[in-house]
Nanobody, 123 residues
Framework: QVQLVESGGGLVQPGGSLRLSCAAS????????MGWYRQAAGKQRELVGY???????NYADSVKGRFTISRDNAKNTVYLQMNSLKPEDTAVYYC?????????????????WGQGTQVTVSS
């Protein structure tokens, strides 16, 4: 019922920057929070950070001061600006959205994931 489409991944040198985008579509009534997770090869998926509908943000300690999450509520889109990238930031990055759908005359909670986008930091 909700589709999340990510874009913006790629290969970047250490110290470089990338900007990821994630657009949500479907029978969305409201989105409470949107966030980013990442999963490096052989490791568990971990939270990068999230942003609430009111604009409050929370980040993992490993990315504080380097990554910034923002969102455009009108477009149901969340962004992840990544600066000063390090090789240890290499991972598949996943978008997540949590909110409420409206269809068939009623409201339904949802929690959806994007398909993931690869970020590789290497010289």
């Amino acid at each position: 019922q909700v589709q999340l489409v990510e874009s913006g991944g790629g290969l970047v040198q250490p110290g470089g920057s990338l900007r990821l985008s994630c657009a949500a579509s479907g029978s969305i009534f409201s989105i409470k929070s949107m966030g980013w997770y990442r999963q490096a090869a052989g490791k568990q998926r971990e939270l990068v950070g999230y942003i609430t509908s009111g604009g409050s943000t929370n980040y993992a300690d490993s990315v504080k001061g380097r990554f910034t999450i923002s969102r455009d509520n009108a477009k149901n889109t969340v962004y992840l600006q990544m600066n000063s990238l390090k090789p240890e930031d290499t991972a598949v990055y996943y978008c997540n959205a949590d909110g409420i759908l409206y269809y068939s005359g009623s409201y339904h909670d949802f929690n959806s994931w994007g398909q993931g986008t690869q970020v590789t930091v290497s010289s």
